[in-house]
């Protein structure tokens, strides 16, 4: 075959083959693309038939609580401008310090009635402290958690003693039968473990936080879901300004409640703290076994409960502190960085209320004698 009949040929079957091998490929891959897009699509819809577990989550609650929140209007934050500039706003381990001014209620309420929260405020009335519940509920109805879910747990060895409230929609109030203590230490001491008890059994299927405060107190000003985070401590009004060293931490080492004099962030009150449930009931936990250890070594510590909720947020420390406008006494006047007074203490007859021979007994007796005629 000359050459170029053969390169002719050539060429022609080239050019077939070429055909051939083109038609195999459009072919092949049609059937391939034809087969991903199917699987692909296929995948989709299982998808969609099997939502994942967020989807599903989403799906199944009340169409009112998924609401987004709404148009609002309000000052831009400022980059340069703090909105307080007199005070401690955030802590060292960026755990904000609640002051008036440094937040938006509104803000804060669509965030916390999104999430349909739920709050539950402890408060104790053993033995003659009955008497302090009717100022306490009435206070707390014009001022605590307005608008929110509030679940009121009244632990009283008096529940006779406790009178009928009319309380807004959405809030009721329980009364928990517990025994009173003889020693007025140990009836504030064992608050952490009922706390910690009822958190266990019951609270945490009722309340999403929950806000542990003395009774002998009222409400002045609104005190709202600002508080609320994982965990949180109130500054002690006392020691809202002192020096580590004068912070009355129990200094004896033989305690669990021991704190070196070189430590300390701040002092805290423990007429009041909080948190989620989780949170509390871990707390209230550290705080009743230490004063066990300690019981069992025959030591207490000097603050009592306080001294051991010290010691946790040493070592644990608050997601939020709360400024002394949530625990303030008038006797100590009204200092210039104080624009609120949301909760106040009742001043006390000590002589008709408490037992005056346990007292002299106590040695920090004349310190929170000294505190209270601040
Ligand atoms: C001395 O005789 C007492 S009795 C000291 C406290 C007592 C007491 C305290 C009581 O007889 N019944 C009672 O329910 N408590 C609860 O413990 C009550 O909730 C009270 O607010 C809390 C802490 O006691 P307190 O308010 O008297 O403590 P301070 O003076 O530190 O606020
Ligand atoms: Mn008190």
């Not at 038609?23 to 939502?51: D, M, T």
């Not at 109130?234 to 004896?252: C, D, I, K, S, V």
């Not at 409640?257 to 009931?281: K, L, M």
């Not at 624009?339 to 106040?344: D, E, G, N, S």
């Amino acid at each position: 075959m000359p050459l170029d009949k053969y390169t002719d040929c050539n060429r022609k079957k080239c050019f077939l083959s070429m055909l051939f091998i083109t038609a195999v490929f459009i072919i092949a891959f049609g059937w391939y693309g034809n087969k991903s897009i199917r699987s692909h699509y296929e995948s989709l819809l299982r998808c969609s038939q099997k939502p994942s577990i967020a989807t599903e989550d989403i799906s199944t609650r009340d169409p009112l609580t998924v609401v987004a929140i709404g148009r609002m209007l309000y000052d831009k934050p400022q980059t340069f401008k703090p909105p307080r500039s007199d005070v401690l706003m955030v802590t060292p381990w960026l755990a904000p310090i609640i002051w008036n001014g440094s937040y938006n209620i509104d803000i804060l309420n669509a965030q916390f009635h999104q999430r349909n929260v739920r709050v539950g405020i402890t408060v104790f009335a053993i033995k003659k402290y009955t008497v302090f519940i009717k100022t306490f509920i009435e206070t707390a109805e014009q001022f605590f958690m307005v608008g929110h879910k509030v679940n009121y747990y009244v632990f009283t060895d008096r529940a006779n003693e406790i009178s009928n409230f009319t309380l807004s929609e959405g809030r009721q109030l329980v009364i928990l039968d517990v025994p009173s203590y003889k020693q007025w230490q140990e009836v504030s001491m064992r608050r952490m473990e009922m706390i910690r008890d009822y958190a266990y059994q019951r609270f945490y299927k009722e309340v999403d936080y929950l806000v542990c405060v003395d009774v002998d107190m009222r409400f002045n000003d609104f005190v709202g879901v600002e508080i609320l985070s994982d965990v949180f401590g109130t500054l002690h009004p006392g020691f809202h300004n002192a020096q580590r060293g004068a912070f009355t931490y129990e200094r004896r080492q033989q305690s669990t409640a021991y704190i070196p004099r070189d430590e300390g962030d701040f002092y805290y009150a423990g007429g009041y703290f909080g948190g989620t449930v989780e949170e509390v009931y871990k707390l209230t936990n550290f705080c009743h076994n230490a004063m066990m250890t300690d019981k069992n070594n025959s030591i207490e510590a000097v603050w009592h409960d306080e001294s051991y909720l010290n010691k946790y947020f040493l070592y644990h420390k608050p997601t939020k502190i709360l400024s002394p406008e949530y625990l303030w006494v008038n006797s100590m006047g009204v200092p210039q960085f104080l624009k609120r007074r949301r909760f106040l203490a009742v001043p006390k007859n000590h002589s008709a209320i408490r037992n005056k021979r346990a007292l002299q007994k106590n040695p920090g007796y004349q310190k929170v004698e000294i505190l209270k005629l601040l």
